[in-house]
């Protein structure tokens, strides 16, 4: 079965065809059809939790709504010789790429393609082909439907309106309308891959990895590993202007086709159609791509902790909610809360994605300042991945562990903030390396320090938070707005 991607243009509605290997193509395409899984002999993760809710708006009534079917999608796979794979999609315009790529790029990585003797630049090489081939292969399964749409366009006469249409012609645009549903969407991805003993964080878009460990010096540390693909982001502003387009239109606009990313995976209107966008329109390549952002691996040898990948529904609930300034502090605290309590990683996950929902619906319903910010929240998705961390019952995996009901905890406000105690100094030194150094006094008398070093590779940027560390657990040195500590 051919391979192909097409692009149409208003002009000749012509179709350009992108190849990826024949045979696995083929099997791709069959598999597709037929909706077997790549993935359905791989084993899952133990050592993960994954919690979810799906979109809601909040209606004047009281009655609330679910906009659409969840969009997002994720995997938790164990692969061989002590290799693991974490991913959160955020899907829109339905769920057809995420759940597209979270089996694809599973089967690009865990069909033994990594192998423990591959040095950090092959792994960051392996991950970076598996993200432009799963977009290749995501193209080819809707290059049938891209090309009959091409037809029914050349077929159909311009400027008519529908009910000036012929019954026949009336039927082509209906199964137009289809088609355009059937081609239309995208997903944004964070992936997780530990590979001998070292974490790597992959990112296209506007999900979230954070990394909360341990360090000797007995200092627990919140790592936001890489920034959102926005128009916020200077790298990608500058990355967009390096192509020929307005920094500043960017900037104001915010959405680009819909969507605040810069790269997304899919939404082939924006790849193959940008010329139409007048956003876009004057880039001399395509301005919004799949590549990822690869960070320099982390060392996990002696690491205690969790790994957090969330969605941009979840992230943007909290923002939305108190703001973004503490969002990655409040949401560890939370998690390090459950852990403290629960012995099943799949309710701790659950039980903050509740919390966050339950958040964001009492500002709305507080009528406050915020309240006009939380309508409504998109899909939320927390997948939790621990590192040697010891659950409430003393199991260091959930299969050992006993599975407790949900239990929420008390509310938790936003660690107060004093303008008049904080110290900054910044550093930047000719190679592009930056750091931000923040204190600030806490009660307790512990010191947190924020460092906002750029990353090694491909000029993303790590934010690193640490706390004083106290007692045999991770204490995060938080509190929940009354001076009792939640670790």
């Known amino acids: 079965m051919r391979n192909r991607c097409a692009r149409l243009t208003p002009m000749n509605a012509s ?15 069959q598999m597709m059809q037929s909706h077997q899984s790549w993935t359905d002999d791989l084993p899952l993760c133990q050592m993960c939790g994954v919690g979810t809710a799906p979109n809601c708006t909040y209606g ?13 999608g994720h995997f938790r796979f164990r692969g ?8 959160v999609f955020n899907g829109f315009d339905g769920s ?30 392996i991950l970076s082909q598996a993200f432009d081939v799963v977009e290749k292969s995501y193209f080819e399964t809707i290059g049938d439907a891209l090309a009959e749409k091409a037809t029914i366009i050349s077929q159909l006469p311009e400027g008519v309106l529908f009910h000036q249409l012929s019954p026949q012609s009336q039927k082509l645009s209906e ?27 992959a990112n296209v878009g506007t999900n979230r990895a954070l990394l909360c460990k341990s360090t000797s010096d007995g200092q627990n540390q919140v790592i936001q590993i890489g920034r959102p693909h926005t128009t916020e982001n200077e790298d990608e502003l500058q990355r967009l202007a390096g192509l020929g387009l307005d920094v500043s239109g960017l900037r104001q606009a915010a959405l680009i086709a819909g969507q605040s990313s810069t790269r997304r995976i899919g939404d082939y209107r924006v790849k193959y159609n940008y010329t139409d966008i007048d956003l876009l329109s004057a880039a001399k390549n395509k301005p919004i791509i799949a590549e990822p952002e690869i960070q320099a691996s982390q060392s996990l040898e002696g690491v205690t902790g969790f790994l957090l990948l969330m969605s941009e529904g979840l992230i943007k609930a909290l923002e939305s909610a108190h703001g973004p300034e503490q969002a990655n502090q409040e949401m560890v605290a939370m998690v390090a809360a459950e852990l403290a309590q629960q012995g099943s ?35 939320m998705t927390l997948l939790i991945r621990t590192l040697n961390y010891t659950l409430a019952d003393g199991a260091l995996t959930p299969t050992q562990a006993r599975v407790p009901p949900p239990r929420s905890i008390p509310p938790i406000t936003r660690p107060p903030r004093a303008p008049a105690l904080l110290q900054e100094t910044e550093a930047a030194s000719s190679d592009s390396v930056a750091a931000r150094r923040c204190s600030q006094t806490r009660p307790g008398g512990s010191l947190p320090m924020l460092t906002s070093p750029s990353s090694t590779g491909c000029g993303g940027q790590t934010t690193e938070t640490s706390w004083g560390h106290r007692g045999p657990q991770l204490g995060w040195g938080l509190s929940d707005g009354g001076g009792h500590d939640l670790g």
Request: aromatic share 4%; net charge neutral; with cysteine.
């Open 60 to 72: 004047p009534d009281g009655k609330d709504t679910q906009s659409h079917p969840n969009e997002d």
């Open 80 to 87: 061989e010789e002590g290799c693991f794979l974490y991913g």
């Open 175 to 201: 199964r137009l309308k289809d088609l355009e549903q059937e081609v239309s969407g995208g997903a944004t991805a964070v992936v997780a891959l530990i590979h001998n003993n070292k974490l790597y964080i």
């Open 345 to 379: 990683l799949e309710a701790v996950a659950q039980s903050v994605v509740e919390r966050v929902k339950r958040l964001h619906h009492d500002v709305y319903a507080s009528g406050r300042q915020r309240a006009s910010h939380c309508s409504r929240h998109e899909d």
């Open 15 to 29: 179709v350009v065809v992108h190849r990826v290997p024949s045979k696995m193509a083929s099997q791709r395409r």
């Open 96 to 125: 057809r790429v995420s759940s597209f790529v979270s089996q694809c790029l599973t089967a690009e990585l865990l069909l033994g393609q990594l192998k423990s003797t591959h040095t950090d630049s092959d792994v960051r090489r």
